[in-house]
T-cell receptor, first 113, second 113 residues
């Protein structure tokens, strides 16, 4: 599984757009990039997954450059409830890794009023 | 999405006793479930892979005789922490895999006193 590197923490204010970048220089051809959100004392929750270019859902957008060595999770107009830890994971979901996940350190996002 | 439920959500036990944590997939069958442990301010660490009808696979450094895993049905995996000690106090999280996607339980906070 490719190793990922994220900022340990980020601060933002309500209503701002937040971009969290993850580096994964050793990403393999079959690897997908998946982001999870975790609130204190809860299990992680899936946010978004992508392979290349851009993916958007009702919660966030994921930008992946052509070389796929990094990715950026974009949270539009954050609110206080978006305060959480965000994890970037890289792996091949078709190789029995959809469930077996290796978590990195994550990014602790703090949204202030 | 699929739902995974853990029970109990929190438990306090005396040192030397054993504690059982249940992980249930409520609306899907999970032939494979995963157990993670998370210490305060740290990331999730994969402990073991629970396979229905066969022995669990433990990650390096995880004592299989201390953390007993049973996966007797397609919807239930249990983790028993035997002879618990204060250093076993942690947040234990399970996940079930459905169509290569992971769905997490809400976690169990174990405190050993």
């Amino acid at each position: 599984l490719a190793k990922t590197t994220q900022p340990i923490s980020m601060d933002s204010y309500e209503g701002q757009e937040v971009n969290i970048t993850c580096s994964h220089n050793n990403i393999a051809t079959n690897d997908y990039i998946t982001w999870y959100q975790q609130f204190p004392s809860q299990g992680p929750r899936f946010i978004i997954q992508g392979y290349k270019t851009k993916v958007t859902n009702e919660v966030a957008s994921l930008f992946i450059p052509a070389d796929r060595k990094s990715s950026t999770l974009s949270l539009p107009r954050v609110s206080l409830s978006d305060t959480a830890v965000y994890y970037c994971l890289v792996g091949d979901p078709l190789y029995n890794q959809g469930g077996k996940l290796i978590f990195g350190q994550g990014t602790e996002l703090s949204v202030k009023p | 999405g699929a739902v995974v439920s853990q029970h109990p959500s929190r438990v306090i036990c005396k040192s030397g006793t054993s504690v059982k944590i249940e992980c249930r997939s409520l609306d899907f069958q999970a032939t494979t479930m995963f157990w993670y442990r998370q210490f305060p301010k740290q990331s999730l660490m994969l402990m073991a892979t629970s396979n229905e009808g066969s022995k669990a696979t433990y990650e390096q450094g995880v004592e299989k005789d201390k953390f007993l895993i049973n996966h007797a049905s397609l919807t239930l995996s249990t983790l028993t922490v035997t002879s618990a000690h204060p250093e076993d106090s942690s947040f234990y999280i399970c996940s079930g895999e459905l169509n290569t996607e992971a769905f997490f339980g809400q976690g169990t906070r174990l405190t050993v006193v």
